[in-house]
């Protein structure tokens, strides 16, 4: 038996804030376990067909990523998305997103792994309870995973694998595309290498995806759920304020800065822009911003 179901409404609070800024998004999402509440998440996908080294980086990837706080976002389908989940519940937390409703089970050769996200992380749907799963809902439940994520790591796909897709999406949404390389003969190497060649980031450990996002040291995970307790000058705007405390001198994605500020995209960009022009942050590539020196004291 899986826990009580809750329909979440795009803009309420427990609705990822990403998610709800991407074309397309969902207007509800049902959600059974733990809340969605704020903090990084990451996608981790990739091909039914896994190899024995695929399953191996996507257990690990998982495992280190939810070690630093990050929560790791997949579909539960066989192979590389039940690698990620699993090595993910080993440390931390995972969101499964599905291809039907929260209360069914699919495929049924990963009941046991259902039901421990049920119990200790988040499974999400846009479909009512009760719906069945259909070739058609998988390719359309990616935009989820792509739109509530920082960023997505491909581990093992083919070319015209559903985790191209997710890919795809995620660069359409403005998030971070990593891949990893695996055998040259491979078939399952044949879209993380496409990718790379199209400028993916090429990654070999979790710490090149939280490095990648900002999030390597430790309080940067953290900050997701704390509140930023910024040096402040007087001659700043509250908006200038509220923006300037969460600048980190890791540089930070737009997006997260923005969620982190709890304000639109667009209004942070010109806030940005101010603090830039104040000496007071400083653009890096990748639409990432940090705190200067100055922003600092």
């Not at 024995?52 to 280190?64: C, I, K, P, Q």
């Not at 994520?149 to 359409?172: F, K, N, P, Q, S």
């Not at 399952?188 to 999030?215: F, I, N």
Request: net charge neutral.
């Amino acid at each position: 038996m899986i826990p009580e179901l809750r329909k979440v409404g795009r803009g309420a609070a427990g609705y990822p804030p990403l998610l709800a800024e991407a074309p397309g998004a969902p207007v509800a999402l049902w959600v059974s376990g733990a809340p969605l509440e704020p903090a990084p998440y990451v996608g981790v996908v990739g091909t039914r067909r896994a190899s024995r080294y695929g399953l191996e980086v996507a257990t690990w990837m998982g495992r280190d990523l939810a070690a630093a706080g990050v929560v790791v976002v997949s579909g539960m389908a066989a192979g590389i998305d039940a690698a990620a989940h699993r090595g993910a519940l080993a440390t931390g937390s995972t969101v499964a997103v599905l291809g039907s409703g929260v209360d069914v089970c699919y495929p049924r050769s990963n009941a046991a792994l259902y039901g421990e996200i049920a119990e200790r992380g988040s499974l999400v749907s846009e479909y009512p309870p009760g719906t069945t799963p259909a070739p058609w809902r998988f390719p359309a439940r990616n935009r989820i995973i792509a739109g509530m994520a920082l960023g997505v790591v491909i581990v093992e796909a083919r070319r015209d694998g559903g985790a191209m897709i997710t890919a795809r999406l995620a660069l359409e949404y403005g998030r971070e595309v990593f891949a990893v390389a695996g055998p040259v003969h491979a078939s399952g190497s044949e879209g993380p290498h496409a990718l790379v060649r199209d400028g993916a980031r090429l990654v070999t450990s979790a710490r090149d995806v939280l490095e990648d996002l900002g999030l390597a040291s430790p309080q940067s995970a953290a900050s997701w759920t704390q509140d930023p307790i910024p040096a402040l000058m007087a001659s700043l705007s509250p908006d200038e304020r509220c923006v300037l405390g969460v600048l980190q001198a890791e540089p930070q994605l737009l997006d997260r800065i923005a969620r982190l500020a709890s304000m639109p995209a667009s209004a942070t960009t010109a806030v940005l822009s101010r603090l830039e022009l104040a000496g007071l942050a400083s653009r890096h590539p990748g639409a990432r911003f940090a705190r200067t020196v100055a922003g600092g004291t």
